[in-house]
């Protein structure tokens, strides 16, 4: 059995018009001697009547506080709704189809209302449905607790949703259908060289993602990379052929190069704020460790961590930086906030072992003008700080910098 898993967003769903193209697309895979498993986002973007957040806004209309219960419910709705419309499009079009929810199509999650994982999934009922020659249309965002419960799996939880029946199905290719063409070399609206790339490895994208990139929720590379199903993304609306994302082998059909190119992309990430404690004792690792445990405890995200004996600096989210201020004067220490900070990236698995990528990084920015106020590191990532008001001209440099726009 050859099975396409196509996941179709919320603007693919929107309209008559945009669900017409999804019908033709699944009609082309079906054409194509491939059983086709279809999931859904809820229709539309807010001020949709059935999109997430107003469905979230009509639950909150009484005024009660609603439990994280009785909010998965509601918000699963739009999802439920958007598979029930593809199935009656399918039909018209002289295609039989099914429409399941999360649970019913088998993903069995824990009860973490609102950003539950999935634990397990049984694929008996989309199998039967295939079997009968139906698509399966599946509610993305969703599953169920071993008892039945409503849960709904965080932001970006269809794109979850599509690459664990994905896995579980052991898909030829899952395929992600969104507004957009592909993945870029950057944010066009910030970087109008930015390109569309043809090929790339998931370790890149899982990077992008982590670093701000939008367009595939990071837990759905994570599970293609690890189940090693290639990710097809792709536009509804036309006919490029998309990125495919591999680990640089491929399935009969599908290209199998990645570029061999040592970076791939540039990310943002504005709204950010450097936290920096000085003047205290910080050879004790038990003192490190109060810093960090007090903010785990109040919740508060940190990111580009740099700890010396007399310094420690680190972001968090501007919102959260009051915040973080109080928690660490609680255990009496001084902190400063320094808001008005983004973090601009530069992104390739190619990058590893390979000199001088650092120097390209600095005299990209040293020669725009733009400050770096802390940097940080990985395989695939080099990581800068800067002046939230540079980021666009930061972002513009780096791009220029690694010739991405060729």
Not at 66 to 73: C, N
Request: glycine share 10%; proline share 4%.
């Amino acid at each position: 059995m050859s099975i396409i898993v196509q996941k179709f967003g919320g603007t693919s769903v929107a309209n008559p018009d945009a669900c017409a193209r999804v019908v033709s697309r699944i009609l082309e895979a079906r054409s194509g001697g491939h059983d086709v498993v279809a999931v859904v986002s809820a229709m539309g973007r807010k001020p949709a009547p059935y999109s997430t957040d107003s469905l979230i806004e009509l639950a909150e209309r009484g005024g009660a506080n609603m439990s994280p219960r009785e909010q998965d419910a509601i918000i699963a709705c739009g999802e439920i709704i958007s598979s029930v419309v593809l199935v009656s499009a399918l039909a018209a079009a002289g295609c039989p189809a099914v429409s399941l929810t999360g649970g019913q199509a088998g993903i069995i999650t824990d009860d973490a209302f609102g950003d539950a994982r999935i634990r397990k999934i049984d694929p008996k009922r989309i199998l039967e449905a295939l079997a009968q020659g139906k698509v399966a249309v599946v509610a993305g965002f969703q599953g169920a607790t071993e008892s039945g419960d409503i849960t709904t799996l965080g932001r970006g939880g269809s794109d979850t949703t599509a690459a664990a029946l994905g896995a579980v199905l052991e898909a030829d290719v899952i395929e992600i259908f969104t507004d957009v063409e592909g993945i870029m070399t950057a944010d066009p609206r910030i970087v109008p060289e930015a390109r569309y790339q043809e090929t790339m490895a998931y370790a890149d994208l899982l990077e992008m993602a982590n670093l701000g990139a939008k367009v595939v929720h990071q837990r759905a590379v994570e599970i293609a990379m690890q189940s090693r199903i290639p990710l097809l993304i792709r536009s509804t609306f036309s006919d490029a052929r998309g990125t495919l994302v591999t680990d640089g082998a491929s399935k009969p059909g599908l290209p199998v190069s990645v570029p061999d190119r040592f970076i791939s992309g540039v990310t943002c990430l504005g709204g950010m704020a450097q936290v920096t404690l000085a003047e205290a004792d910080f050879n004790s690792t038990g003192r490190v460790l109060d810093v960090f445990t007090t903010l785990a405890d109040e919740c508060i995200s940190v990111d580009m961590i740099s700890v010396f004996p007399e310094r420690i600096a680190f972001i968090v989210a501007a919102k959260q930086a009051d915040h973080a201020i109080g928690a660490l004067r609680g255990i009496g220490l001084a902190a400063q906030a320094n808001l008005g900070c983004a973090k601009v990236s530069v992104v390739g698995a190619g990058m590893r072992g390979v000199p001088g990528v650092m120097s390209k990084v600095v005299r990209a920015l040293h020669n725009t003008g733009v400050r770096i106020l802390q940097t940080s590191d990985s395989h695939h990532s080099i990581s800068c700080l800067v002046p939230e008001a540079d980021m666009e001209r930061a972002a513009r440099a780096l791009h220029a910098e690694f010739e991405l726009s060729r």
